[in-house]
């Protein structure tokens, strides 16, 4: 059974940036894709992106200047930043497993970011 | 790219069948049969119901089905019970091999 858990800071400056490490147990990060998606407090969804295992990227259009996915294969890890963060920022930040380039079947359990000063 | 757009709220009494719809554009929905559905309760992770339009993940039960027509998606749940009360958002690959998200649709058991 894969698991995602992410991990990082819970709070992050204005203007700062976000940076989120997912860790991948129970499986080989190998041959899939793997996607960060994003919740803000009481509201919707909202896709960031994701990554191949080889490291080929496509990201959400309205995020796309400020955010950078990356793999590491060796660790089993992929890692998400978000550069100049703002407040709308703020977002319970899920990692997934992304299968069939467009649905995801392993989540993390989430973990809150909160920008502020 | 806009969010896709479900109802803010649904609701059905036990037994009941209950649809939601997931509306997108010829740039999402309508010309790609890749939406799939999650299932989210209060303080948990998303988890995937439906995908590939109709196509149900292992364990997930039969009472829940996707199909499509034109533009909408939709997701149908049969013989409601009161463990389906949560939110339920659809998803959509789209032009330039992004992902959309719906709105949400809050799905109260009477």
């Known amino acids: 059974q894969v698991q995602l858990q992410e991990s990082g800071p819970g709070l992050v400056k204005p203007s700062e940036t976000l940076s989120l490490t997912c860790t991948v147990s129970?499986?080989?990060?190998?041959?899939?894709?793997w996607g960060w998606i994003r919740q803000p407090p009481g509201k919707g969804l909202e896709w960031i992106g994701y990554?191949?295992?080889?490291?080929?990227?496509n990201y959400n259009p309205s995020l796309k200047s400020r955010v950078a996915i990356s793999v590491d294969t060796s660790k089993n890890q992929f890692s998400l930043k978000l550069s100049s963060v703002t407040a709308a920022d703020t977002a319970v930040y899920y990692c997934a497993r992304g299968e069939g380039y467009s649905y995801f079947d392993y989540w993390g359990q989430g973990t809150l970011v909160t920008v502020s000063s | 790219q806009s969010a896709l757009t479900q109802p803010a709220s649904v609701s059905g009494s036990p037994g009941q069948s209950i649809t939601i719809s997931c509306t997108g554009t010829?740039?999402?929905?309508?010309?790609?049969?890749?939406v799939s559905w999650y299932q989210q309760h209060p303080g948990k992770a998303p988890k995937l119901m439906i995908y590939?339009?109709?196509k149900r993940p292992s364990g997930v039960s039969n009472r829940f089905s996707g199909s499509k027509s034109g533009n909408t998606a939709s997701l149908t749940i049969s013989g409601l019970q009161a463990e389906d009360e949560a939110d339920y958002y659809c998803c959509s690959y789209a032009a330039g091999s992004t992902l959309v998200f719906g709105g949400g649709t809050k799905l109260t058991v009477l």
């Open positions: 990554i191949y295992y080889t490291g080929s990227t």
């Open positions: 590939e339009g109709s």
């Open positions: 010829s740039s999402d929905v309508g010309s790609y049969n890749l």
């Open positions: 129970g499986g080989s990060i190998t041959n899939s894709y």
